[in-house]
């Protein structure tokens, strides 16, 4: 793949970098540090992706393990400022409480719920995070029930 093949590809997914970037940051700075680490570990990475997957698929992998690697490493900010929407991205009041709560959750619940948003199937997900089908399942439902009680609070 050369270089305007894989920056169509990011260009036409670029919104699951954004999520994620979300999810992970709290400041505009820190998403857009976020996003360029991600696509630098894409472009260095490319040569592993072999095409029997979606490269939506293989993508989000890249992205949630660069993410997670780099929020284990960088840990967690101290001051919370409040979210702005991403360039063009206008949330809606609700959508902005959902990613307030999202980012309350563990890293591996983080991941799971951004891809069941994102309509995966439990087997894509299960692909992408390294677990069973059925795994994916009992994992969501114990997402779902805390999302919903951190919702209450």
């Known amino acids: ?3 305007t ?28 540090d976020l996003f360029q680490e991600i696509v630098f570990q894409l472009w260095k990475s490319i ?4 095409g029997t997957a979606a490269f939506s698929t293989w993508m989000y992998k890249v992205a949630l393990s660069t993410a997670i690697a780099a929020y284990r490493k960088r840990g967690p900010t101290i001051v919370y400022p ?7 991205e206008v949330l809606d009041e609700r959508g902005g409480e959902l990613f307030e709560v999202l980012r309350k959750l ?20 299960g692909e992408i995070i390294g677990i069973s089908e059925s795994n994916v399942g009992v994992r969501l ?7 919903q009680q951190l919702f209450k609070k």
């Not at 040569?47 to 072999?50: A, L």
């Not at 439902?141 to 999302?147: E, G, L, N, T």
């Open 1 to 3: 793949m050369n270089e």
């Open 5 to 32: 093949q894989f920056l169509q590809l990011i260009g036409q997914h670029q919104g699951i970098i954004h999520k994620i970037c979300r999810l992970y940051r709290d400041t505009k700075e820190d998403r857009e």
């Open 47 to 50: 040569g592993s992706y072999s």
């Open 82 to 88: 409040e979210v702005l929407p991403d360039r063009a």
């Open 106 to 125: 563990k890293d591996d619940e983080k991941a799971i719920i951004t891809l069941y948003l994102e309509e995966l199937s439990y087997k894509e997900i």
């Open 141 to 147: 439902s114990r997402i779902k029930a805390k999302v």
